[in-house]
């Protein structure tokens, strides 16, 4: 049987806001999607699909491309660049921002496991003493 690989932009954001968003236990509990743009179609800029939020405080923006979607993030940036790079996410630094490139549905699960270490490395920090 062949399974179909998910590469549209949309499809890939929707599989990972519906990762972040339906977490209740962990890390990622912590995590809500905001600012949500259902009519957002991908186009070769990038079209802001939503917003990722920690505690209710705005961490990055999930763009949809007709093939990829790019996430930004704004906190913990070396460790997300380099969590990114062992689970196999295309990652960089831009600033004081990580950007991943989310390529296909498969990749979506790589890209979540990121988050969430980034997610729980701001809490372990926030809370050593």
Do not use: C, Q, W
């Amino acid at each position: 049987m062949v399974e179909e690989r998910i590469t549209d932009g949309k499809r890939i954001a929707e599989l990972l806001a519906s990762e972040l968003s339906a977490r209740e236990t962990g890390p990622l509990e912590r995590v809500e999607v905001i600012d949500a743009d259902r009519d957002a179609t991908p186009s070769a800029d990038g079209t802001p699909a939503y917003g990722i939020a920690i505690d209710g405080v705005d961490v990055g923006t999930a763009s949809l491309f007709p093939d990829y979607v790019r996430v930004t993030v704004s906190l913990g940036v070396d460790a997300v660049v380099e969590t990114a790079a062992s689970a196999g996410v295309p990652a960089r630094r831009e600033g004081e921002t990580a950007v991943l490139r989310v390529e296909s549905g498969a990749a979506v699960k790589p890209a979540v496991d990121v988050i969430a270490a980034a997610v729980e490395g701001t809490h372990n920090a926030s809370s050593s003493p």
